[in-house]
């Protein structure tokens, strides 16, 4: 009979300290979906917590821009009358100035309107339609220079049927509404029935 010898037993080594730092600078990560969503979509409301924002926000823009369309074309035609007789007194003197002007005319009336207090159109007036800014705030004039001027290149590029990104989307947006980082709503004010829950503005 051989005895059996058995080594003594070893304690384990101490971690080594970067593993230590390692775990003391790693912190614990908790995903939570109601913060989620929120966080990525940059305060947006969401159609799931506020469906009365989107309710027929396609056919109110659409309808909207009828009225815009019509408004521009009645400035145009007061001021083209306007420009025609200025140019005729100044024996066309003023004729490239003015012209110039005539043609800002649909730009200025966007930016204008959608950077002032109600952050809307005329049209979008009528059928209780507002912009906002991805944080919930009012556009300041600059993003809706921006907003108005790809608005102009995006639909006047593709014929209009850039417009159709608005049904890929779940918000209803248009191409020029993202890369302005704005967002068509019904306004809160002329909403007839209770909001689900309060948003920012």
Request: glycine content about 6%; aromatic content about 10%; overall charge positive.
């Amino acid at each position: 009979m051989t005895a059996l010898t058995h080594a003594p037993c070893r304690p384990l080594p101490p971690p080594h300290i970067l593993a230590i730092e390692r775990q003391r600078r790693t912190p614990s990560v908790t995903i939570n979906p109601a913060f989620a969503a929120p966080q990525r979509d940059l305060g947006m409301p969401d159609p799931i917590s506020h469906p009365e924002l989107f309710v027929g926000v396609r056919r109110r823009r659409f309808f909207a821009y009828l009225i815009d369309a019509f408004c521009i074309g009645a400035i145009l035609v007061m001021t083209w009358l306007l420009f025609a007789l200025l140019t005729v007194l100044s024996f066309g003197l003023l004729a490239p100035a003015l012209w110039f002007v005539f043609g800002l005319i649909p730009l200025a009336y966007h930016t204008l309107l959608v950077s002032g207090p109600r952050s809307a159109t005329l049209g979008m007036r009528a059928f209780g339609l507002e912009l906002r800014c991805w944080d919930g705030e009012r556009p300041m004039f600059l993003q809706a220079l921006a907003h108005t001027v790809l608005f102009y290149l995006t639909v006047g590029a593709t014929c209009a049927l850039i417009l159709l990104f608005t049904l890929f989307n779940r918000r209803k947006r248009t191409l020029h509404d993202v890369l302005a980082g704005m967002l068509m709503i019904r306004s809160p004010a002329a909403i007839a029935y209770p909001i689900t829950e309060p948003w920012r503005p």
